[in-house]
């Protein structure tokens, strides 16, 4: 069983950064798939961001591109998700994932999920 605790969420006003730590109690993540999701009340989950196996692979949602860069350092077991220029639309819970396989944007494809750590945004 997979598990993954993630944190490093907050309040920020509009225009900054925060970074979170997706950290997982697997010894291997290296053999994971990784995503970052986001779920807004009264919304659907929606897709952030996904890194490859060793890192050197990655893809964002048009929304947050330029702005998010997700990485992950295999030997501490750890994805990050660094946010920079903040915009109020991305208030939410955001949450890790990990899968076998190949990378995906979708959601139903993750196996693993962490509880979630709230973003806000002030405007």
């Known amino acids: 069983q997979v598990q993954l605790v993630e944190s490093g969420g907050g309040m920020v006003q509009a225009g900054g950064s925060l970074r979170l730590s997706c950290a997982a109690s697997i010894g291997a993540i290296r053999t994971y798939v990784m995503g970052w999701f986001r779920q807004a009340p009264g919304k659907e989950r929606e897709f952030v961001a996904h890194i490859d196996y060793s890192g050197g692979g990655t893809y964002y949602a048009d929304s947050v591109k330029d702005r998010f860069t997700i990485s992950r350092d295999n030997d501490k077991n750890t994805m990050y998700l660094q946010m920079k220029s903040l915009k109020p639309e991305d208030t939410a819970n955001y949450y890790c994932?990990?899968?076998?396989?190949?990378?995906?944007?979708?959601?139903?494809?993750?196996?693993?999920w962490g509880q979630g750590t709230q973003v806000t945004v002030s405007s």
């Open positions: 994932a990990a899968k076998r396989g190949v990378n995906s944007y979708n959601a139903g494809d993750y196996a693993y």
